[in-house]
C-alpha cells in the first residue's frame, strides 16, 4: 500500500491487509500441499473468473503435478457490492469434467452461494474428485456450509480490493490485498 506505483488507489484504501510477499508465499505453499495431495494424478483446474485470476496464474507455477485449466464465470453481486442472493452463469466450462479430478480455484468465499451453486453444478457433470482452494475465507456472513479444502487465509468481515478483487471492477490489478473505505461502498468512483 506503501509502494508509489499504486498511488492512484491510496485515496479508496482503508488498511494494508496482505502484502505481495506474503500472497506470493502463501500462494506456494498451496501449490506444494495441492501437488503433495494429488501426487499420479492429473489435476484439472477449474479458475472462476474473474477474481481468481491473479491466484489461479501463482498457484499454477507452484504445481509439480500435470494441470490442465478452465474457466467458469458467474454473476453473484451484479454491479453493486452487496450480495444479492442471485447466482447467473455467464461463461460455462470448455471442455467436460467427467471423470477427471476438479479442483475449483476461487478468490474468496463470503456467504457462499456463488461456490454452492457452482458446486451444484459441476458435481451434476460427474468428476472422478471435486475440491476447492480458495485464496481467502470470510466466514462471518456464510450462508451455506461448504466442503473448503484449501484455504489460503481466514479474514474478518471486511471488504478488501486486489490481487484479482475488485471494487465495481477496479484495484484487480494491486499486488496486495487491502481494505476498501467504507464510505466508498456507497459512493461512486472517480474516473
Ligand atoms: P459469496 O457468494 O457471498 O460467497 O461471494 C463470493 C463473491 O463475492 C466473490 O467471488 C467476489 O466476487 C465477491 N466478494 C465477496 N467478498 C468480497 C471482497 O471482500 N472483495 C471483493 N469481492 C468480494
Ligand atoms: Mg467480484
New binding site residues.
Partial sequence: MSDERFAFARPYLAAPILDAETLQARVREMGAEISRDYRGRAVHVVA?L???MMIVADLLRALTVPVSVDFIA?S??GPE?R?SGA?RLIKDLDESIAGRHVLVV????????????ILGVLRRRQPASLEVATL?D?PA???VDLPIRYIGFT?PD????GYG???RERFRNLPFIAE?REDLIEEELIE
Avoid: Q
Avoid at 106 to 117: M, P
Avoid at 158 to 161: E, L, S, T, W
Fill in positions: 472462476v474473474k477474481g481468481s458467474v453473484s453481486y457490492a450480495a447466482v476461487e478468490d474468496v468465499i463470503d456467504t457462499g452461494l456463488t461456490l454452492n451453486y481467502l470470510k456472513h456464510r450462508l479474514l471486511r471488504f478488501v480490493v478483487l475488485d471494487f476498501l
